[in-house]
């Protein structure tokens, strides 16, 4: 049976008197990669960013591991990203520290876990992703798509049960892109918990388990990718997914 990792009841999200997110109710499975993909400005961001509670929601609640995250204490919420963690478009490296500290420090000043110990963890996470030679690197000295791997494994250094990635490939060049969505599939291979913001639709109809499309502040069709990129049912989907096809 398909279990839950996330939950999501009447989420609601307004800025102001924006309405962002409107009545979102949805399942994120365990093990499972889900990928969200939709128009600019249909609420993307701000959903994903309303799991790991960047964003507080304005209404409705976010069930993890038995718990309405919206509810969270501040204490807990401090170690939420522990457990959700994130992969964003600008990579958001720091850029005076080593690639190793990158990975390392979230790991001795979060986790408090001893710094030879991190080191040698660190490590073996930028080998799963391909940069463990550049463990001394600065991050302004890597392409984009080796800056994203080194933030892949920053997140994974953490243990998440769920990842989440917010259009990981799109501030890459086009020659980078392959080699994060390689490292995004190993781990899909690996049943590790994802939500993808992606625009790459080949990624996505190959390596996600469901896909939600996102329009006019909701989910307007959600479904295993072969029946909502073959058969999408309802008329919005069908026009994206033709206009995106023909870019
Ligand atoms: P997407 O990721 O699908 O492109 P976003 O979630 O970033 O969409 O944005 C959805 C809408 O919410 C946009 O109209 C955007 O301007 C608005 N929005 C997002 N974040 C904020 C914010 N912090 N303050 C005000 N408006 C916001
Ligand atoms: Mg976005």
Not at 73 to 94: C, D, R, T, W, Y
Not at 161 to 189: C, H, M, R, W, Y
Not at 194 to 207: D, I, P, R, S, Y
Request: with cysteine.
């Amino acid at each position: 049976m398909t279990k839950t990792a996330i939950k999501i009841n009447h989420l609601k999200k307004q800025f102001k008197d924006h309405v962002v997110l409107g009545d979102v109710n949805a399942e994120v499975n365990d093990g499972e990669v889900l990928a969200i993909i939709g128009p600019s400005g249909s609420g993307k961001s701000t959903l994903l960013r309303c799991l790991n509670q960047l964003e507080k929601p304005t209404a409705g609640e976010v069930l993890f591991e038995g718990k309405d995250l919206t509810k969270l204490p501040k204490k807990e919420l401090a170690h939420l990203g522990e457990k959700i963690g994130m992969v964003f478009q600008s990579f958001n490296l720091f850029p005076n520290h080593t690639v190793l500290e990158n990975v390392t420090l979230g790991l001795i000043r979060v986790k408090k876990m001893d710094p030879a110990i991190a080191k040698k963890e660190g490590m073996a996470y930028l080998k799963q992703v391909g940069m463990a030679e550049k463990a001394e690197a600065y991050p302004d000295s890597l392409s984009g798509g080796q800056k994203q791997r080194v933030a892949i494994a920053r997140a994974l250094a953490m243990k998440p049960k769920v990842l989440l990635f917010d259009e990981p490939t799109s501030a890459l060049d086009p020659e980078n892109v392959g080699e994060v969505l390689k490292v995004i599939q190993k781990l899909a291979e690996e049943n590790l918990t994802m939500v993808v913001v992606t625009h790459e639709m080949a990624f996505a109809k190959k390596v996600a388990d469901q896909v939600w499309f996102m329009a006019d502040g909701g989910i307007v069709e959600q479904n295993d990718p072969e029946s909502l990129f073959s058969h999408p049912k309802e008329e919005k989907t069908k026009h994206f997914i033709e206009q995106v096809l023909m870019d």
